[in-house]
């Protein structure tokens, strides 16, 4: 599939959006992230949509990564294991590479970017729930045009056998109106009662409760809100 073709920039800019946020199945990803190789304009879209995404990431706590990811970053590169006074992250060529290379791809992006056209992008409708710790644990997104959100559980605690989560609609000056259950790993969906553009138009942010399961019987929440977060509108 050609996704460069000026009648496939929504479809392109969805897929880009989707990958952004890690819903995007593995196996549509792969193959996203392949014709991106070869594919300047499908790589530029994914680039904006990773740069717009960046600021929701500035609230998470940071995370130092164990030993084995460098390891395994050495690994992928390619690089050898040096010694100490001469390991590869400290070698002026490897920068120097590096530096180069992104210059070039900022640039390159830049020009895709200029090319176009404003309404293409910014479809897309987000909300990154997290914990009282900061750390995401559900992102949940829509498209401008559709009914169905996709809830991607992406640091979720587990949940046990006899309770539920349930997401909520937060609306302003209102009383929280449930879009449903949602499950505590994978991707769930939850039907809007309207476009994004009605259901959400009064909606700041949502949350997700701990309920019984089946979900809460009282029309409001029940149990203790574990996750919220403020609704993003890329548009």
């Known amino acids: 599939m050609n996704l460069s073709r000026p009648d496939r920039t929504q ?3 969805a897929l880009a959006a989707e990958y952004a946020l890690g819903t995007l199945p593995a196996r549509a990803r792969l193959r996203l992230e392949r014709i991106a190789l070869d594919d300047g304009v499908v790589a530029a879209g994914i680039r904006s ?3 717009r995404l960046a600021p929701l990431t500035e609230g998470a706590a940071p995370i130092t990564p164990p030993p084995r990811v460098w390891t395994a970053i050495v690994k992928r590169l390619g ?3 040096a010694r100490a006074e001469d390991s590869w992250w400290s070698r002026v060529s490897l920068w120097r590479g590096l530096a180069l290379a992104s210059v070039a791809a900022v640039i390159g992006l830049g020009v895709a970017l200029l090319g176009q056209k404003p309404e293409v992008a910014n479809q ?3 909300a990154v729930l997290a914990g009282p710790d900061a750390k995401p644990a559900l992102i949940a997104t829509v498209l401008r045009g559709e009914r169905t959100m996709s809830v991607k559980a992406v640091g979720a605690a587990a949940i046990p056998a006899d309770k539920s989560l349930e997401l909520w609609m937060l609306p302003e000056g209102g009383a929280p109106k449930s879009l449903g259950l949602i499950p505590g790993s994978g991707v769930g969906r939850v039907a809007l ?3 994004p553009d009605v259901s959400l138009a009064n909606v700041p942010a949502l949350a997700v409760s701990l309920e019984p399961a089946g979900g809460s019987t009282t029309g409001a929440p029940t149990g203790p809100v574990l996750y919220s977060g403020k ?3 890329f548009y």
Do not use: S
């Open 11 to 13: 479809h392109l800019d």
């Open 49 to 51: 949509w990773e740069m």
């Open 79 to 81: 690089l050898r294991r």
């Open 124 to 126: 897309q409708i987000v």
């Open 193 to 195: 009662p309207a476009p």
């Open 231 to 233: 609704v993003e509108r």
